[in-house]
């Protein structure tokens, strides 16, 4: 019995090694641990040992079930793991091919730089206002400190639709509207479209304004400067620093030009900026206490600072559009390259 | 303003290059457009001796002449007459001549030619900016020039035009001497005063005109001085050089004088033949209603009584500030004349210049602003210059009839409130000193408070603000340490919900594909009648501009469509093969016309798109993917609307209110836009669509048992809204239904002439089992008889 033993189990780890698919190990699993198999058919006649061998014999059958079972799981282990190895490798794909996908549209590149913008602003507590496009002479000049027929109008041609009411030449008028209604503390940024005679390569008769307005006790041309670096840091880069220069708007004073650094060539000179390392980026200065006393705020108590700034020319810098014609044409060739 | 730097040595010495002067004034406020070199308006034109000429061996007109350019001999070849000897101007192999044409070496009837001897047109210069020279001529240069040299220095043209940009709060500085100030402050060097230096005769100018200003509100300062024994004869080089450079033509002696002083002293100067003023008399008021005045251009104005002008005895002799009478001017005959040197009131000027369409350089400047300082600096400037060049003999005395003002204007401030304006520590030294230089005087007064006396020419100067920014300007805004609302309260900030709203909008749309664009606010109004807008709409009503740019953008829009239209077929012509886009912008609407007060502005949305298989279903798929992500329904009902195609057209509503429309344009619409493609769009208004009924987003339960899904196809005739349908379904109470949809519609031979064969799917499930086969049937039977008799359905076989 013991040899008989020995036997089958020599015979089964032998055919367990022969074996190379899952599907053979299988069979060698039913030729020697099926119901009618080789070893079950020995575990069977264990009833006919005597009784004094039976316990004996019942572990050595039981070591071999064990052997041949451990060996078998092993086998089989080993061989799926080949099979899987094999049937990956068949799937292989060529991961050069593009991918599929579901085409997403693209804001157009005026509304990616305001939104970018907006967002800087509003997280220095900025809110957000928009205000009417066709506009009274009173807040698109007068309470701007730009009377009838005073040259500061020369600064801006204007399209007119009544004596009294043009197409907004910037987005200022809002500031007049906004001090009219609200109390300080006031911090708004006014995103919208302006209207200018002007048609050429750098002039579209319609533009983009962001305007940015801040009124409180004691604001001073460093809380500008701050602001304004902030801005420029978080929408070019962290080196990006800028630069005050002295100009004039008749409801700013003082008023400054602001610089930035060229973001094209960081300050080094570039085609961008001309060889300067520098670009204009938007005018912006203190509010005019004549300005406020207009619009109803106390200038003795409040200051204020505004700026102004032009969408496309930031979005001209930004992504190197040559020519603001482009971004009225809107052919898809244009704004698919903002997605 | 053009301002050479010759002239501005006048005043200052400028010991740094033209572009270090620039930099340094852009420092201090002054924008500098352009820096021209004279000498470099040309390039590659050096003077040459002739040193033989010979005949051209085929060409009877031109000759052969070998020229010494300095470095070398070269042969040119020219149909210039020319002897041997002659000093000229040779233009180089790479020559670039005013202009931009350029000169390469060459073959002339097969001779080589390796330059071209060139005229004044050539170096772009004008016969009377410079000396010997003859207009149609070439350059010709005395015995001896050093040759090779640039001709234009040789011809002594080698000055350097700064073009300063002038803000419009310093009307001062659209002159040379007020600018030299600013430079004098920004080199930090002394600023020399104007020469005023002349000798007078005994008459005195009182004896030759009687000044009487009747209407001092426009014209607070009348000076006038006299010169007899006028002698009228081309100016010297200097002038008309120095004139050239700022862009003006030199006409005579007197006529430059005018003109140089309004471009050195900014004082705009009117020089009148005596002779023509009758009874000797100069009478400034207000013009009578309708009269008329025939100016120097030869122009016949009609005057209204709101503009001033300038009279002798008996009529108009002038416009003030804007233009002379056509006989009151100078001529070859003219013998006496009396100089007028006045302040007009700026934006009285300015009205009477535009009402009349009449500019001149006087114009220019008084509707900038001049000071009261300036008559005189410019009478005395003028007489000088008569003096100088022997014009004439200046009568002794100076009429000056002017209203009072304050000729010591003073700001009080403290440092603490330039403090609080700049954000910086300000040195009270440093602030005096800056300030002084720029002639401001500041004295200490009770307290902490200063005084600062104000020039008459900075009448900018009005407030503590214009005192922080004169300062800073000069000690340079880098002083100033960046600061983040230092003092401020803290504010909430953020968007407004409408804005938040459109956002979600735009951004629904660009997830689905769609491009966003921009387009013109005002249109043509053609699109009234391309779009068969009706009449008596409201949008066929739109605002007009008064002064478009063109037809084409004329009125402001009151409907996104046309622009859409425009946009689409502008990129079927530009060779896109597809698009979809969108644009939220706004549309303008006027009570009334012609409007006097604020539109109704309304943001409204528009969809288009053509092509890559796009089609009535894909448009109303977005539609219904911008309503789903602001949690609106949306109901479709046939549209009528004229510009879209009639069998696929749907108006929209949400929650029983119009919101808009969609379909495919009308081919003759699309037609009219010259669109060679099926367009697809569709126009929300946003103000309507966010007053809408719209749900919120609250979460049902679902199950989790399988859900078992049947499918149903029945006959409907063919004009059975499919849609209805599917409501009734949903509308009918039926037990665990949880999705119902249309998944096929067929017409066909199979089902019969007019009819239609809809296909349902449905989906049942039970939040607390799994369903009996027994309990959907029940519930597929209720739905069959919903269809049955809401839409004569018949189960299709």
């Known amino acids: 019995m013991k040899s008989r033993i020995d036997e089958v189990k020599g015979e089964a780890l032998a055919a367990v090694s022969a074996a190379e698919t899952s599907q053979a190990l299988n069979e060698v699993r039913v030729r020697f641990l099926g119901k009618s198999g080789e070893f079950t058919s020995l575990m069977k006649l264990l009833g006919t040992v005597s009784k004094e061998e039976r316990p004996e014999v019942g572990k050595i059958l039981n070591e071999a079930r064990v052997a041949i079972e451990t060996a078998l799981s092993a086998a089989t282990s080993a061989v799926e793991a080949k099979e899987q190895a094999a049937r990956l490798a068949a799937e292989a794909v060529d991961v050069t091919l593009p991918g599929t996908r579901r085409e997403t549209g693209a804001f157009h590149p005026v509304t990616k730089i ?82 200018r005679p002007d048609d050429d390569a750098s002039h579209s008769p319609i533009f983009h304004q962001i305007e940015g307005l801040a009124v409180d006790k004691k604001i001073t041309v460093g809380d500008l400067q701050g602001c304004l670096q902030t801005f420029a840091e978080q929408l070019f880069d962290k080196d990006t620093k800028i630069r005050l220069r002295p100009s004039y708007f008749p409801f700013t004073e003082p008023s400054v030009e602001a610089d930035a650094t060229c973001a094209i060539c960081h300050g080094k000179g570039c085609r961008v900026c001309k060889g300067t390392g520098w670009v204009e980026l938007l005018g912006a200065g203190i509010v005019n206490p004549a300005v406020l006393d207009m619009c109803g705020i106390d200038s003795k108590e409040y200051s204020g600072f505004a700026f102004g700034l032009g969408l496309e020319r930031i979005a001209m810098i930004k992504y190197g559009i040559p020519n603001i014609k482009l971004f009225y044409e809107n052919d898809v060739r244009f704004l698919g390259q903002f997605r | 303003m053009l301002a050479p730097v010759s002239w501005l040595k006048d005043f200052v010495d400028i010991n740094v290059s033209p572009e270090t002067l620039a930099k340094k004034l852009v420092a201090i406020g002054f924008e500098v457009e352009d820096i021209h070199y004279q000498s470099r308006q040309a390039k590659k034109v050096v003077t040459g001796k002739i040193l033989s000429v010979e005949k051209h061996p085929s060409a009877d007109r031109l000759r052969v002449a070998q020229v010494d350019v300095g470095n070398g001999v070269i042969q040119v070849v020219t149909n210039v007459a020319l002897e041997g000897g002659e000093y000229v101007a040779v233009a180089l192999d790479g020559a670039v001549l005013y202009g931009g044409a350029t000169i390469k070496r060459g073959e002339l009837r097969g001779v080589p030619s390796e330059g071209m001897l060139c005229g004044l047109e050539e170096v772009g210069v004008e016969a009377d900016a410079v000396e010997g020279q003859t207009k149609g001529d070439i350059l010709r240069f005395p015995e001896g020039t050093a040759l090779g040299q640039n001709a234009l220095v040789a011809l002594g043209c080698d000055d350097v035009v700064l073009d300063v940009a002038v803000t419009a709060n310093r009307p001062d500085c659209n002159s040379i001497y007020r600018l030299a100030k600013e430079v004098a402050v920004a080199l930090g060097k002394d600023c020399r005063e104007p020469e005023i230096d002349y000798e007078v005769s005994d008459d005195s100018v009182n004896d030759m005109v009687a000044v009487e200003v009747r209407d001092a509100d426009l014209c607070p300062r009348y000076m006038a001085g006299g010169v007899r024994n006028v002698r009228i004869f081309p100016s010297p080089l200097k002038i008309r050089a120095r004139l050239r450079a700022v862009g003006i033509r030199p006409i005579n002696n007197i006529v430059d004088i005018t003109n140089y002083v309004l471009t050195e002293i900014g004082q705009p100067m009117h020089a009148f033949d005596r002779s023509y003023l009758e009874s000797g008399r100069i009478i400034v008021r207000r013009a009578d209603e309708g009269e008329h005045i025939v100016t120097l251009d030869g122009k016949d104005n009609v005057l209204s009584s709101e503009m001033l002008t300038i009279r002798d005895g008996a009529k108009p002799v002038a416009v003030a500030g804007v233009m002379g009478g056509e006989n009151s001017g100078i001529n070859d005959a003219t013998t006496e004349i009396i100089f007028e040197s006045a302040r007009f009131a700026r934006d009285s000027v300015r009205r009477t210049s535009r009402a009349l369409n009449l500019r001149s350089d006087s114009s220019a400047r008084y509707e900038k602003g001049v000071d009261f300082s300036a008559q005189e600096y410019g009478l005395k400037r003028a007489l000088t210059l008569v003096y100088r060049t022997g014009s004439g003999d200046i009568a002794a005395d100076l009429i000056d009839v002017a209203v009072d003002h304050d000729k010591d204007r003073k700001i009080v401030f403290t440092v603490r409130e330039i403090e609080d304006i700049l954000g910086c520590k300000v040195p009270v030294g440093k602030m005096k000193a800056i300030l002084s230089r720029l002639g401001i005087a500041v004295e200490k007064g009770e307290g902490k408070t200063y005084a600062a006396h104000i020039p008459d020419a900075r009448e900018d100067i009005v407030l503590v603000n214009d005192i922080a920014e004169e300062f800073i300007r000069v000690y340079g805004y880098g002083h100033i340490e960046p600061t983040l609302f230092a003092y401020s309260s803290l504010t909430k900030g953020g968007k407004p919900e409408f804005i938040r709203f459109r956002d979600a909008v735009k951004e629904t749309l660009v997830d689905l594909g769609f491009d966003e664009t921009i387009t013109y606010s005002f249109i043509s109004p053609s699109f009234v009648s391309k779009l068969k807008i009706p009449a008596d709409s409201p949008v066929a009503r739109p605002v007009p501009i008064l002064n478009p740019l063109g037809e084409n953008m004329s009125v402001m829009r009151t409907t996104l469509l046309p622009s859409m239209i425009e946009t689409l077929s502008y990129n079927i012509a530009h060779f896109n093969k597809s698009a979809r886009l969108f644009e939220a912008a706004k549309v303008y609407f006027a009570d009334k016309q012609p409007l006097d007060d604020y539109a109704d502005e309304k943001d409204h949305l528009v969809i288009g798109a053509y092509g890559d298989g796009f089609d009535f279903f894909a448009l109303k798929g977005a539609v219904e993917g911008v309503l789903a992500a602001l949690q609106a329904e949306g109901e479709f009902r046939r549209s009528e609307l004229p510009f879209l195609h009639p069998g696929r057209a749907a108006d929209i509503f949400v929650g029983g209110v119009k919101v808009g429309y969609l379909g495919e344009i009308h081919p003759d619409t699309a037609a009219a836009y010259d669109a060679e493609e099926r367009l697809y769009c569709a126009e929300i208004d946003l103000v309507a669509l966010h007053g809408a009924e719209r749900g919120a987003i609250s979460f049902v339960p679902f199950s989790k048992y399988p859900p078992a899904e049947r499918d149903l196809a029945v006959v409907v005739a063919d004009g059975v809204p499919a849609g209805d349908m599917l409501a009734a379904v949903k509308a009918g109470k039926i037990s665990n239904l949880v999705s119902a949809e249309i998944f096929d519609v067929y017409r066909g031979a199979q089902v019969g002439e007019g009819k239609k064969s809809v296909a349902l799917g449905f989906a049942f499930a039970s939040p607390v089992r799994t369903l009996t086969d027994e309990e959907i049937a029940a519930e597929m039977k209720k739905i069959l008889g919903i269809l049955r008799r809401g839409f004569a359905a018949e189960i299709r076989r």
Do not use: C, W
């Open chain 1, 114 to 195: 305001r939104e970018e913008i907006l967002k800087v602003f509003l997280g220095m507590g900025f809110s957000v206002a928009e205000g009417p496009e066709i506009e009274t002479d009173l807040f698109n000049f007068q309470l701007l400190n730009v009377p009838k027929d005073h040259p500061a109008r020369d600064m801006q041609d204007t399209f007119y639709i009544g004596d009294n009411l043009v197409l907004r030449t910037h987005t200022s008028p809002m500031q007049a509207h906004i001090m009219k209604t609200e109390k300080p503390p006031i911090r708004v940024v006014i995103p919208g479209r302006v209207y």
